[in-house]
C-alpha cells in the first residue's frame, strides 16, 4: 500500500530537489521516542494504569509503530522495515537495562541503611528474629572459608586438566574431556548439592560442615576454571614453546616456566570469575552447611552459615521486615563482593593478558 | 629405559633422566585431573541413581504422573508430573521473552550502537550475568512481584480468551509461572547475549560489506549477512541458557507460591519446577523423602545434561565461542 504512495512522488521528484528530501530528519527517532513516551505515559495517566511497567510497555509499543507508518508514508516500505529493525534494536536494549539498573538501584537502596560496623561484626546468635539487630559475621566467616577450601581444591584440579587439554590432549580420552566439562558447566548447582550429600554425607557418613559445602561448591567451580584458563593456554604463541624446546628445556619445564607464567594474567581472571560465581551459590550451601546462627570458624566441624544462605533465611524463614532488612543488608555485602571480585578480574584480564602472535 | 651411555657425562645423563622423569610425573597429573573430571560426571550419575532406584523401588504412585509429593507418608507417594511440567513451563517463557531481547541486544552492541557506549555496555551485561540468583531472586519478590499486579490483571482482562492468559480468581498475587518466566528471562538474558554477541562479531566484514554495496539497508544486511552466518550460534547460546533456566532454583523458589496443581493458567499461583521443589521439601525431609528429591534431581540432571550436549554438539565446529567462561 505505502510502495504505492511512495513512488509517486519519488518519481515527481522536481529536478532541482536535494537528495534528503523523502528522508526522515536525523532528529526523527529521538522525537518520535520523546512523542511516543508522553503519549504512553498519557495513556497510563488516563487510564488508570497503577503500574509504571504497563506505561513503558505501551511507550515501546507506540514507538515501534510510529516510527515505522512515519518512515513507510516519508521514506518508503524498505527504509521503514530498516527503521523499524533499528527501533526494536534499541527497545530491545532499554527493556534490559531498566530490571538490571532497577536490580543493582533497588539493593543499594536497600541495603544501605542496613550496613553498618556492627551489621558486620556481629552473628545473629540470640538475636530475636522478629527484632532488629543482628548481622551477618558468622556468615561473612562462612563464605569466606567455604569459597576458600572450594577454590583450594578446583583450582589446581582446574588447571592441570587445562594444562592436560591443550599441551598433552590427543585422541578420544581428551575430547571426552572436553565434551564432558563443556556439559559440566551446565550441571545444575542443586544437583551438585544432592550428589556430595548422597556421596560425602549418606554414603560416607559424614555430618553437615562447610567442608562438605565447599565440595559442592569445587564441582561447579571446576569447570569454570578448565574453560577459562584452556582458552588462555591456546592464546600463548607456538613460538615461545618451539624455543624452549629449542634449547633444550623439558616439556614439563616449558609449561611451568613458560606457558604459565605468560598466560597467568587470564588465568587468574578465570579463576577469580568463578569464586564470584560460586560465592553466590545458595542451592548446594543449604544442603549442605545447614545455616548456624552462631560463629562456627571451624569448616570441618559442624554447621557453618554463608551469605547466600542467611539471605534466604533472613527472607524465607524469619519472613518478616526486620529479616527483609537484614537480607537486603547481606545482599548488598554480597553484591559488592562479586562486583569487585568481577573488576578487579576484568582489570587484571586487561593489563596482562596475552597478546595473540604477531 | 635409560640407556646408559658411558660417553655423556654423568651430570647431564641425570639431567636428562630426571627431565623424563618430570615429564612423565607432570602428564600423569594433568591426565589424572582430567580424568577426576569425567570421574567426577560419572559418580554424579552413579550415586543418584543408586538413591533413586531406593526410592523409586518403595514409590506407591506413579512416578511420572502423580501430582503428589509426599515421600514420608506412610505409604510414600510422590511423582514429577506438576515438577515436569512447571519447569518446563516457566523455561519455555523465559525463552520467548530472553532470547528476541538477547538477540536484540546482541545486535545493538555488535552493530548499531556508538563504540563509546558499546564497548562499556557489553562490559556491563557481562557484569549482571555474575549478579547471584539469591539477589534476583529477593528482587522479584519484593520488587518485580508487586509491580506485575497491573500486568497480570490486564492480561487476564485483554488476553484472558486464550484461556492460558486466564486468572482464576482476579488480582491474585502474582507468585506464579508467568512472573517465575520473567525473572528468568532477566537472569538468562547475559549468557544468551554473550554468546551472541560474539558470533555476530565474527561475521565476516565481507559479507557485511557486499550486501551493502548491492544497496541493502542495514537490517537487509542483518538478515541476508549476519543471521544466517549466526544462526548455530544463537541456537547455542539459547540452549546454554535454556540449561539455566531449567535448573534454576533458589530464584524460583522465592519467588513462585508452589502446590501441586497442574494447571495451564498461567497467571494463577501454584506449580513447581523440579529445582524449586527440591529447595524447599529439603529441610523437612526424613532419609527417604531425601532418597525420593534425589530421584527428581536425576531427572533433572538428566534433562540438563542433554540440553547442553546438544548446545555443545551444534556449537562444536565453532569452539572459540562456547560461552563456559562467559
Not at chain 1, 569447570?223 to 615461545?240: A, D, G, I, Q, Y
Not at chain 2, 552466518?229 to 540449561?243: D, H, Q, T, V
Amino acid at each position: 500500500m505505502s510502495a504505492a504512495t511512495t513512488t509517486v512522488p519519488a518519481d515527481a521528484r522536481p529536478v532541482g530537489r536535494p537528495l534528503t528530501a523523502n528522508r526522515l530528519p536525523k532528529w526523527a527517532p529521538a522525537g518520535v521516542a520523546v512523542g511516543s513516551i508522553a503519549l504512553g505515559c498519557g495513556i497510563g495517566a488516563v487510564g488508570g494504569l497503577e503500574s509504571k511497567l504497563q506505561w513503558g510497555l505501551i511507550s515501546a509499543a507506540l514507538f515501534l509503530i510510529i516510527s515505522y507508518l512515519l518512515s513507510a508514508q516519508v521514506e518508503g516500505r524498505r527504509q521503514a522495515k530498516d527503521r523499524f529493525a533499528t527501533s526494536v534494536v534499541w527497545v530491545a536494549f532499554i527493556l534490559a537495562v531498566v530490571p538490571l539498573l532497577s536490580l543493582t538501584v533497588y539493593t543499594v537502596q536497600k541495603g544501605i541503611g542496613v550496613v553498618d560496623g556492627d551489621f558486620l561484626t556481629h552473628s545473629m546468635m540470640g538475636v530475636r528474629s522478629a527484632g532488629p539487630g543482628g548481622g551477618i559475621y558468622h556468615a561473612l566467616i562462612g563464605t569466606l572459608e567455604q569459597v576458600l577450601l572450594a577454590t583450594l581444591m578446583a583450582a589446581p584440579i582446574g588447571l592441570l586438566t587445562a594444562v592436560y587439554l591443550v599441551e598433552y590432549g590427543r585422541g578420544t580420552l581428551a575430547k571426552a574431556v572436553t565434551f564432558f566439562v563443556d556439559v559440566m558447566t551446565g550441571v545444575p548447582s542443586i544437583v551438585a548439592g544432592l550428589f556430595i550429600l548422597s556421596l560425602w554425607n549418606i554414603a560416607l557418613g559424614f555430618n553437615y560442615s562447610g567442608f562438605s559445602g565447599s565440595l559442592a561448591l569445587a564441582i561447579l567451580m571446576m569447570p569454570v576454571v578448565v574453560r577459562s584458563t584452556e582458552e588462555m593456554l591456546k592464546l600463548v604463541p607456538n613460538e615461545l614453546r618451539e624455543a624452549s624446546y629449542a634449547l633444550g628445556v623439558p616439556k614439563w619445564k616449558t609449561i611451568l616456566r613458560i606457558v604459565l607464567p605468560t598466560a597467568i594474567g587470564g588465568i587468574t581472571t578465570g579463576v577469580m570469575l568463578a569464586v564470584a560465581r560460586i560465592t553466590g551459590e545458595t542451592a548446594p550451601v543449604m544442603m549442605l552447611v545447614f545455616g548456624a546462627a552462631y560463629i562456627n570458624n571451624n569448616p570441618f566441624d559442624g554447621p557453618q552459615q554463608s551469605l547466600p544462605m542467611y539471605i534466604w533465611q533472613q527472607y524465607a524463614v524469619v519472613n518478616n521486615d526486620y529479616g527483609y532488612a537484614r537480607a537486603w543488608g547481606a545482599a548488598l555485602v554480597l553484591i559488592a563482593f562479586v562486583m569487585g571480585l568481577n573488576l578487579i578480574a576484568r582489570g587484571i584480564a586487561r593489563w596482562r593478558s596475552p597478546k595473540a602472535g604477531h | 629405559m635409560t640407556s646408559s651411555t658411558p660417553a655423556a657425562p654423568r651430570g647431564r645423563e641425570r639431567r636428562q633422566r630426571d627431565s623424563r622423569v618430570g615429564d612423565k610425573i607432570f602428564m600423569n597429573l594433568s591426565r589424572g585431573s582430567g580424568i577426576l573430571l569425567l570421574v567426577v560426571m560419572a559418580a554424579i550419575a552413579g550415586f543418584l541413581t543408586w538413591r533413586s532406584a531406593i526410592a523409586l523401588s518403595k514409590n506407591e504412585g506413579n512416578f511420572l504422573t502423580t501430582f503428589e509429593w509426599t515421600p514420608d507418608a506412610p505409604e510414600p507417594v510422590f511423582g514429577i508430573a506438576v515438577l515436569a511440567f512447571g519447569t518446563i513451563v516457566s523455561a519455555l517463557i523465559a525463552m520467548a521473552i530472553a532470547v528476541p531481547v538477547a538477540i536484540g541486544i546482541a545486535l545493538f552492541i555488535s552493530h548499531y550502537a556508538p563504540r563509546r557506549i558499546a564497548q562499556p555496555f557489553a562490559y556491563l551485561v557481562d557484569l549482571l550475568a555474575a549478579v547471584p540468583s539469591i539477589i534476583y531472586g529477593l528482587w522479584g519478590a519484593l520488587f518485580l512481584v508487586p509491580h506485575l499486579g497491573g500486568l497480570n490483571s490486564w492480561l487476564d482482562e485483554y488476553l484472558g480468551w486464550t484461556y492460558i492468559f486466564d486468572q482464576s480468581r482476579v488480582g491474585t498475587t502474582p507468585r506464579n509461572l508467568f512472573t517465575v518466566g520473567i525473572l528468568l528471562a532477566i537472569m538468562i538474558l547475559p549468557i544468551i547475549t554473550a554468546v551472541s554477541r560474539e558470533v555476530f562479531r565474527q561475521v565476516p566484514r565481507m559479507h557485511e560489506e557486499a550486501a551493502l554495496a548491492l544497496g541493502a539497508t542495514r537490517w537487509e544486511m542483518i538478515r541476508t549477512a549476519v543471521l544466517p552466518f549466526g544462526r548455530p550460534g544463537i541456537i547455542s547460546a539459547s540452549m546454554l541458557g535454556l540449561g539455566r533456566a531449567l535448573g534454576e532454583t533458589i530464584a524460583v523458589a522465592v519467588v513462585l507460591s508452589s502446590s501441586n496443581v497442574l494447571s495451564l493458567h498461567l497467571l494463577d499461583p501454584g506449580g513447581g519446577t523440579f529445582a524449586q521443589n527440591i529447595a524447599l521439601k529439603f529441610n523437612e525431609a526424613q532419609p527417604f523423602g531425601r532418597d525420593a528429591l534425589m530421584a527428581s534431581g536425576l531427572v533433572l540432571f538428566v534433562i540438563t545434561l542433554l540440553v547442553n550436549g546438544a548446545a555443545r554438539l551444534i556449537v562444536a565446529r565453532r569452539k572459540e565461542y562456547s560461552g563456559a567462561n562467559a
